[in-house]
């Protein structure tokens, strides 16, 4: 039955939701709830004000639903204001030093570092870490957001509210950076890799 | 590293199609890249890397248990749904009814037509009135009636036979000692305008919409409950296993097997519909008989007389009993007949765009007829001219 719904495209998915039908909703939530979570994670470590934030967000989709017009990309429309949400809450609870909307505090390895005790994961871990720390948070986020979440570059944009070019600036020297910095490291993983593959 | 590998490698993770075949892969696209790599087989090593380069930038991250998902989507659902949900649940004041239908049934004209399941003789025995009269009546057995002269009448058969009439008139029909056993059968007529609520001897009850009529025993027999109507209807039907509950239409027959259910159609309508809000019934159909699970509508089409089960929304079939219209992307066209009826007014259309123009929202059927022309009209781009009972609609210039 769920399977059947997650087929179905975001704008059918959306009709349904607006004709009432809660299980369209119920889906949309099931459907983006992991993804906002991990998300919020990079931000904060704080779960109780992510789920708050989420709560927030599937409230005004509720309540503003006839007004809202991204129909055939909910994803997008939920990271926009699931993000929107986060940054004000994070502000008002003094996390944030500077009040310039475009300092997200966006951390790649905010939560990965401890707890993993396999081998070959933590080494994977460590070179992430090492080489990221190296990046701005602008271009750790937008990396993530285009890797991990698999967002366009135009959606990129829309998230991070700058136009096409600077979205694929970031992502660029962003990459360029983790190429210098992490050499050594990727040849080591690449080992590893092909010694999993085999 | 070889510099020149190396540069291949980079400018694979900085091609755009590249990046997305990784993140967004697609049939098309896995065989774009396997494709490229047959082509320049020297160049596998470096894609390899460029994979596995991006395969790392993919972190461990912790999922949101399954407790706190629960918990959080039953606050969100508590502040959303379930109180839409209360609200309709008190409107429908079901109470001790168990099961719940509704009722849209097929029209007189097709009496005529070659595919018509035969009411049973009684039924046809009795004298079809036309609801075209502008009061509400009450024809008994013995052919006497009883006009009712408000727009909203509640009638109430007492188990034993006498009728009650908006809670404190009480309409004496006194039942003959030796009649007992044989079902004494009374009509309830209700013209366009005009809404009654009716309930049986059983329990069982009844929502006649405007432009309808029922045909039902004074007490039902112990074998079984069978009843006959015209128009439209929404029933609450009582629960006794003992005795199953029938419905009777010029086009159908309904047999109430489970909870709730809900049908829907009038003579002048292109198609007719069953929709069941809850359980499970059975529909016979031109003798085709059909059971029907719960947000199912079941469709015949007139015009090919084709049969037709598929997933629904049950609101906009059952809302017009509690007062108002739900309407999803419907056309203004189809809205005006419902009206039409409701109020028992003309409505033409001076041009077919403002007939065909869509409209979704909630209409309350408690104001004035001409009140909701005037709401209409706000929004949508059209002019309303109301003369009596005649209301013309035309595009707005």
Redesign the interface.
């Given at each position: 039955m769920v399977k059947v719904i997650q087929e179905k495209s975001d704008s059918e998915l959306w009709n349904e939701f607006?004709?009432?039908?809660?299980l369209a909703?119920?889906t949309i939530?099931d459907n983006h709830?992991?993804l906002l979570?991990?998300f919020g994670?990079h931000f904060t470590k704080n779960?109780e004000l992510i789920?708050d934030c989420?709560?927030d967000v599937?409230?005004d989709l509720?309540n503003y639903r006839t007004n809202i017009n991204s129909t055939n990309n909910i994803k997008l429309y939920l990271i926009v204001s699931f993000r929107r949400k986060l940054f004000r809450n994070l502000k008002d609870k003094g996390r944030f030093v500077s009040l310039d909307d475009d300092s997200s505090c966006f951390s790649?390895?905010l939560?990965?570092s401890t707890?993993?005790d396999d081998d070959e994961?933590s080494s994977?871990?460590s070179?992430?870490e090492k080489s990221m720390n190296k990046l701005s948070s602008r271009q750790q986020e937008a990396?993530?957001l285009?890797?991990?979440k698999?967002l366009?570059?135009e959606e990129l944009s829309d998230v991070l509210q700058v136009n096409y070019q600077s979205a694929r600036n970031l992502i660029?020297r962003g990459?360029e950076k983790?190429?210098e910095n992490g050499?050594e490291e990727?040849?080591y993983?690449?080992l590893f890799?092909r010694k999993i593959d085999s | 590293?070889d510099p020149e590998l190396n540069q291949f490698t980079?400018a694979l993770?900085?091609n755009?199609e590249f990046?997305?075949w990784?993140?967004?892969p697609t049939p098309e696209k896995d065989k774009y890249w396997k494709e490229f790599i047959a082509q320049n087989p020297q160049r596998e090593k470096e894609m390899?890397?460029a994979i596995?380069?991006?395969?790392?930038?993919?972190?461990?991250?912790?999922?949101?248990r399954d407790e706190?998902?629960k918990r959080?989507?039953s606050?969100?659902e508590a502040?959303?749904?379930k109180r839409k949900v209360r609200r309709i649940w008190r409107m429908r004041w079901i109470a001790a009814a168990s099961f719940l239908l509704v009722l849209g049934i097929f029209s007189a004209i097709y009496l005529h037509t070659d595919k018509v399941v035969k009411p049973t003789s009684y039924y046809s025995s009795i004298p079809k009135i036309k609801p075209d009269e502008s009061d509400i009546k009450l024809i008994f057995s013995d052919k006497s009636e009883e006009i009712l002269q408000d727009r909203d009448v509640k009638i109430k058969y007492e188990k034993n036979g006498e009728i009650l009439v908006n809670s404190d008139r009480k309409l004496k029909r006194k039942i003959e000692e030796g009649e007992k056993d044989i079902e004494q059968l009374n009509q309830l007529v209700v013209p366009f305008g005009k809404r009654t609520t009716l309930v049986l001897s059983d329990g069982t009850k009844l929502y006649l919409n405007s432009g309808s009529r029922a045909i039902f025993p004074v007490v039902f027999n112990k074998n079984e409950r069978e009843i006959f109507i015209e128009g439209e209807a929404y029933l609450e039907v009582a629960h006794d296993s003992s005795r199953p509950f029938k419905v009777q239409t010029d086009k159908m027959k309904i047999e109430v097997l489970g909870t709730k259910f809900n049908v829907s159609a009038y003579s002048e309508d292109q198609s007719n519909s069953i929709v069941l809000v809850e359980g499970g019934v059975q529909a016979t159909v031109d003798s085709k008989i059909m059971v029907m699970k719960p947000n199912q509508r079941l469709l015949y089409e007139k015009k090919t007389s084709l049969t037709s089960l598929d997933d629904a929304?049950v609101?906009p079939y059952i809302s017009w009993k509690d007062g108002w219209m739900y309407c999803?992307k419907e056309s203004l066209e189809s809205i005006s007949v419902k009206l039409s009826r409701y109020y028992n007014v003309e409505i033409k259309f001076i041009d077919e765009e403002s007939a065909k123009m869509s409209l979704?929202g909630k209409l309350d059927l408690k104001n004035k007829c001409a009140d909701i022309f005037n709401a209409i009209s706000s929004t949508a781009p059209i002019a309303v001219e109301i003369h009596g009972d005649v209301i013309e609609i035309r595009k707005k210039q």
């Amino acid at each position: 039955m769920v399977k059947v719904i997650q087929e179905k495209s975001d704008s059918e998915l959306w009709n349904e939701f607006l004709s009432g039908e809660k299980l369209a909703f119920k889906t949309i939530y099931d459907n983006h709830i992991q993804l906002l979570f991990k998300f919020g994670r990079h931000f904060t470590k704080n779960e109780e004000l992510i789920l708050d934030c989420i709560h927030d967000v599937f409230i005004d989709l509720y309540n503003y639903r006839t007004n809202i017009n991204s129909t055939n990309n909910i994803k997008l429309y939920l990271i926009v204001s699931f993000r929107r949400k986060l940054f004000r809450n994070l502000k008002d609870k003094g996390r944030f030093v500077s009040l310039d909307d475009d300092s997200s505090c966006f951390s790649y390895t905010l939560y990965s570092s401890t707890e993993i005790d396999d081998d070959e994961k933590s080494s994977k871990i460590s070179w992430l870490e090492k080489s990221m720390n190296k990046l701005s948070s602008r271009q750790q986020e937008a990396i993530y957001l285009r890797f991990v979440k698999g967002l366009s570059y135009e959606e990129l944009s829309d998230v991070l509210q700058v136009n096409y070019q600077s979205a694929r600036n970031l992502i660029f020297r962003g990459i360029e950076k983790l190429r210098e910095n992490g050499n050594e490291e990727l040849i080591y993983l690449l080992l590893f890799v092909r010694k999993i593959d085999s | 590293m070889d510099p020149e590998l190396n540069q291949f490698t980079n400018a694979l993770i900085h091609n755009v199609e590249f990046q997305d075949w990784m993140v967004r892969p697609t049939p098309e696209k896995d065989k774009y890249w396997k494709e490229f790599i047959a082509q320049n087989p020297q160049r596998e090593k470096e894609m390899e890397e460029a994979i596995t380069f991006i395969h790392n930038l993919i972190p461990e991250e912790k999922e949101l248990r399954d407790e706190p998902l629960k918990r959080l989507w039953s606050r969100i659902e508590a502040e959303t749904y379930k109180r839409k949900v209360r609200r309709i649940w008190r409107m429908r004041w079901i109470a001790a009814a168990s099961f719940l239908l509704v009722l849209g049934i097929f029209s007189a004209i097709y009496l005529h037509t070659d595919k018509v399941v035969k009411p049973t003789s009684y039924y046809s025995s009795i004298p079809k009135i036309k609801p075209d009269e502008s009061d509400i009546k009450l024809i008994f057995s013995d052919k006497s009636e009883e006009i009712l002269q408000d727009r909203d009448v509640k009638i109430k058969y007492e188990k034993n036979g006498e009728i009650l009439v908006n809670s404190d008139r009480k309409l004496k029909r006194k039942i003959e000692e030796g009649e007992k056993d044989i079902e004494q059968l009374n009509q309830l007529v209700v013209p366009f305008g005009k809404r009654t609520t009716l309930v049986l001897s059983d329990g069982t009850k009844l929502y006649l919409n405007s432009g309808s009529r029922a045909i039902f025993p004074v007490v039902f027999n112990k074998n079984e409950r069978e009843i006959f109507i015209e128009g439209e209807a929404y029933l609450e039907v009582a629960h006794d296993s003992s005795r199953p509950f029938k419905v009777q239409t010029d086009k159908m027959k309904i047999e109430v097997l489970g909870t709730k259910f809900n049908v829907s159609a009038y003579s002048e309508d292109q198609s007719n519909s069953i929709v069941l809000v809850e359980g499970g019934v059975q529909a016979t159909v031109d003798s085709k008989i059909m059971v029907m699970k719960p947000n199912q509508r079941l469709l015949y089409e007139k015009k090919t007389s084709l049969t037709s089960l598929d997933d629904a929304n049950v609101l906009p079939y059952i809302s017009w009993k509690d007062g108002w219209m739900y309407c999803e992307k419907e056309s203004l066209e189809s809205i005006s007949v419902k009206l039409s009826r409701y109020y028992n007014v003309e409505i033409k259309f001076i041009d077919e765009e403002s007939a065909k123009m869509s409209l979704t929202g909630k209409l309350d059927l408690k104001n004035k007829c001409a009140d909701i022309f005037n709401a209409i009209s706000s929004t949508a781009p059209i002019a309303v001219e109301i003369h009596g009972d005649v209301i013309e609609i035309r595009k707005k210039q």
